[in-house]
């Protein structure tokens, strides 16, 4: 007797339906477009309760100009002087960004030869936290006498002020190193080199920029201080000078350029970081979305 073997049963593909997926995508960029509403509108909403009742109690209380402008002069102000606030804000977005650009340099090289020799990890370290002990205050004038009202000195100020939390996020990322994968390598046959370029390096990538955009922010305020001062142009000494003619509304004008700089370096952290390690990006936006 011959057993009779049943024939396979040839699994379908389920059907595609075209209209689904032509509406899949839009569905994709609604449900995009509500998270960003959903974490967006909140802030924009009590921003807006709070200009709104800064402009009624200014002209409920009838506050001269010179202590408490109203919002909507500082933005008549603002945009009257527009050409001048905007050529300010170059002079502070290029001290920011090359002073950023020296921290980066030095944050990148301090960390990585503490990665590599724990000796002199033990050594170095105390003295990055030493280094945050001294008041810019009291540091910036004396780089001003040093150095003269040039680039130099104010792109000092801002290395000075950012390159600890970068070394510091550097640091935590090399020891987050996951030890299964680096006795892996090394079992077969790599070297401490492989091991920091395809092992420690991707894994403190995110670390490294959720210390970046910490010091991204503190960057245009070191580069804004330095300029308050000593300096020829910026938003820094712009201010003083509207400060010292009693102009609050200038004052407050530039402060919003100020903010509105950087938050737009702040945002470009993350298409940086999109860009660079996108997995990572992925993993906290399924967090999130939990």
Same mark, same amino acid.
């Given at each position: 007797?011959?057993?009779?073997?049943?024939?396979?049963?040839?699994?379908?593909a389920?059907?595609?339906?075209?209209?689904? =997926?032509?509406? =899949?995508?839009?569905?994709?960029?609604?449900?995009?477009?509500?998270?960003? #509403?959903?974490?967006?509108?909140?802030? %924009?909403?009590?921003? +807006?309760?709070?200009? *709104?009742? #800064?402009?009624?109690?200014?002209?409920?209380?009838?506050?001269?100009?010179?202590v408490?402008?109203?919002?909507?002069? $500082?933005?008549?102000?603002?945009?009257?002087?527009?050409?001048?606030? &905007?050529?300010?804000?170059?002079?502070?977005? =290029?001290?920011?960004l090359?002073g950023?650009?020296v921290?980066?340099?030095?944050a990148?090289?301090?960390?990585?030869?503490?990665?590599?020799?724990?000796?002199?990890?033990?050594?170095?370290?105390?003295?990055? %936290?030493?280094? =945050?002990?001294?008041?810019?205050?009291a540091?910036?004038?004396?780089?001003?006498?040093?150095?003269?009202?040039g680039?130099?000195? @104010?792109?000092?100020?801002?290395? &000075? $002020?950012?390159?600890?939390? %970068?070394?510091?996020?550097?640091?935590?990322?090399?020891?987050?190193?996951?030890?299964?994968?680096?006795?892996?390598?090394r079992?077969?046959?790599?070297?401490?080199?492989?091991?920091?370029?395809?092992?420690?390096?991707?894994?403190?990538?995110?670390s490294?920029?959720?210390?970046?955009?910490i +010091?991204?922010?503190?960057? $245009?305020?070191?580069?804004?201080?330095?300029?308050?001062?000593?300096?020829?142009?910026?938003?820094?000494?712009?201010?003083?000078?509207q @400060?010292?003619?009693?102009?609050?509304?200038?004052?407050? +004008?530039?402060?919003?350029?100020? *903010?509105v700089?950087?938050?737009?370096?702040?945002?470009?952290?993350?298409?940086?970081?999109?860009?660079?390690?996108? #997995?990572?990006?992925?993993?906290?936006?399924?967090?999130?979305?939990?």
């Amino acid at each position: 007797m011959t057993d009779v073997q049943p024939a396979p049963v040839a699994s379908e593909a389920p059907p595609t339906d075209p209209i689904a =997926q032509a509406i =899949q995508p839009r569905r994709r960029r609604m449900r995009r477009a509500r998270g960003f #509403w959903e974490n967006v509108l909140p802030s %924009v909403a009590i921003m +807006a309760i709070l200009v *709104a009742a #800064w402009e009624i109690a200014v002209r409920v209380l009838e506050t001269r100009p010179q202590v408490l402008p109203a919002p909507s002069r $500082v933005l008549e102000q603002g945009w009257a002087q527009r050409i001048t606030i &905007l050529d300010h804000a170059s002079a502070t977005l =290029q001290v920011t960004l090359t002073g950023f650009a020296v921290s980066l340099a030095v944050a990148w090289t301090i960390a990585i030869v503490i990665d590599f020799s724990p000796v002199l990890r033990r050594g170095i370290m105390p003295l990055l %936290v030493a280094s =945050q002990t001294i008041p810019i205050i009291a540091i910036a004038p004396l780089m001003i006498i040093w150095f003269g009202f040039g680039l130099l000195p @104010k792109m000092l100020v801002v290395a &000075l $002020v950012t390159f600890f939390p %970068v070394v510091v996020g550097l640091i935590e990322g090399f020891n987050k190193t996951d030890r299964e994968v680096t006795n892996l390598l090394r079992s077969m046959g790599g070297g401490r080199i492989k091991e920091f370029l395809f092992v420690r390096l991707p894994s403190a990538l995110p670390s490294f920029f959720t210390s970046l955009r910490i +010091a991204i922010t503190y960057a $245009v305020t070191g580069a804004i201080f330095a300029e308050y001062v000593g300096a020829q142009m910026g938003l820094g000494i712009y201010m003083s000078v509207q @400060k010292n003619a009693f102009r609050t509304d200038l004052v407050l +004008a530039a402060v919003l350029v100020t *903010a509105v700089l950087s938050i737009s370096l702040y945002l470009v952290t993350f298409a940086i970081e999109r860009v660079v390690i996108p #997995w990572s990006f992925k993993e906290r936006k399924v967090r999130n979305a939990r």
